[in-house]
């Protein structure tokens, strides 16, 4: 079998170059996913020495085609039409297929989200090609096989399965969000812009949005610029205000190890790490979580960590960048009633421009370590 499989020829797919992502919207603002994907995509599109395209789809959403050129994008197909406000599968796929078609790009990358694992599925189906979804690491085999290797966890996370589009192209995979990194916002960078008409109008389309209801409880994590997680240490639920109050306080979001959400303390679309989200906020916050590799691998990427644990050899110290050795009962309060009182005074002293909050509680989180952690 397998030495009939190695001697089938794969087509000439010369025609096909270029890396395409995809800039998921919502209400004209982009998903962070859309920017680490061209990040990535740029790394991709460098080794196989193609250009990196971005697709915008939506509705007065003419900024985000320049901003996908400030983050890396050298050309973007822009189709902005009322009736791709919302995202609808066949007007998006109709537009994408269009672009796919004009195009011939060899990858191309959806945000594991929604929206981008339903709009990837239906134009794999419909061209027909491979995908794979759910990617958490991407690479190339550099010119002639120029095979994307798409790899993503298996088999309950136990392994890694890296999985190829031979015969067909071209070749897509959704890809999980705070995996791969954004390159900086470069507003010398220029690229084209091509402006596409929409394929079909509203009478072509059998579904209509009513409307849009945001879930109240959903915690956004992968959006999130700043996360207060917590873990075993909090020893039960009720801690988790503690932690939603230095939350709110900063702006931000509640995170949490597997072992808290494991005992029932916390919903899991709280979990960050190897089962969880993996994310890469500007702040993160990891409190009375001991550092296991599994939490570390959904975090590393953080901009900043700030580790508060009553374990001076807890493995999460070589991860952080702010070290605080204590009781978190003591020094989470003590933070909150900080980060409040630098908002107020900030407020009252009406400065235009309010410092970044990750430099205000990195501030604080050192006035902590300064002061004994206690
Ligand atoms: C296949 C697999 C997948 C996994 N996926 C994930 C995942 O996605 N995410 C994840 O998080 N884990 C995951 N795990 C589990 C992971 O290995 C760890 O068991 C888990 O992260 C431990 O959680 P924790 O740090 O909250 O608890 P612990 O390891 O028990 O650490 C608790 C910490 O709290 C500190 N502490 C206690 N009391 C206080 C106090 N009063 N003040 C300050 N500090 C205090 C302790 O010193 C300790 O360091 C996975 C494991 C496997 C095998």
Not at 10 to 30: C, I, K, N, T
Not at 196 to 206: C, F, K, L, Q, V
Not at 291 to 320: R, Y
Not at 340 to 366: H, Q, Y
């Amino acid at each position: 079998m397998s030495a009939r499989r190695d001697t089938v020829e794969a087509p000439d797919w010369s025609a096909y170059r270029g890396v395409l992502v995809f800039v998921e919207q919502r209400g004209g603002e982009a998903k962070k996913v859309s920017w680490q994907l061209l990040g990535e995509g740029k790394r991709l599109a460098e080794k196989l020495e193609v250009g990196l395209i971005a697709l915008v789809i939506g509705h007065q959403v003419e900024h985000l085609a320049e901003e996908a050129v400030y983050y890396g994008a050298d050309k973007v197909f822009l189709c902005d039409a009322p009736e791709l406000r919302a995202y609808r599968t066949r007007p998006y796929s109709r537009v994408a297929m269009k672009v796919i078609d004009e195009a011939k790009p060899e990858i191309c990358l959806f945000g594991a989200t929604g929206t981008g694992r339903d709009l990837a599925g239906a134009i794999a189906t419909h061209l027909p090609t491979g995908l794979t979804a759910d990617t958490t690491e991407l690479d190339v085999e550099p010119h002639p096989s120029r095979l994307l290797l798409a790899s993503r966890p298996a088999f309950s996370e136990k392994m890694m399965a890296t999985i190829l589009c031979k015969q067909y192209r071209p070749q897509m995979a959704t890809a999980r969000a705070g995996v791969f990194q954004a390159l900086a916002r470069d507003t010398s960078r220029e690229g084209d812009i091509i402006r596409i008409a929409s394929p079909m109008t509203e009478e072509d389309i059998a579904t209509e949005v009513l409307d849009f209801i945001q879930g109240q409880e959903k915690v956004n994590l992968e959006e999130a610029d700043i996360i207060v997680a917590g873990g075993r240490g909090l020893g039960g639920p009720e801690p988790f205000a503690l932690l939603k109050e230095l939350a709110d306080a900063l702006g931000g979001v509640v995170g949490a190890s597997r072992a808290a959400v494991d005992a029932g303390w916390i919903k899991h679309e709280h979990q960050v790490g190897q089962t969880g989200c993996t994310v890469r906020p500007k702040l993160y916050f990891a409190i009375g979580i001991s550092g296991a590799v599994q939490h570390t691998v959904g975090m590393s990427g953080s901009e900043v960590i700030v580790a508060i644990n009553k374990d001076p050899d807890a493995p999460i110290f070589q991860t952080a960048h702010y070290r605080i050795v204590g009781d978190l009962f003591k020094i989470v309060p003590a933070i909150t009633a900080e980060v409040r009182k630098k908002r107020a005074a900030d407020r009252a002293g009406g400065t235009a421009a309010p410092k970044p909050p990750a430099g205000a509680i990195a501030e604080a989180a050192l006035l902590q370590e300064r002061s004994g952690g206690h």
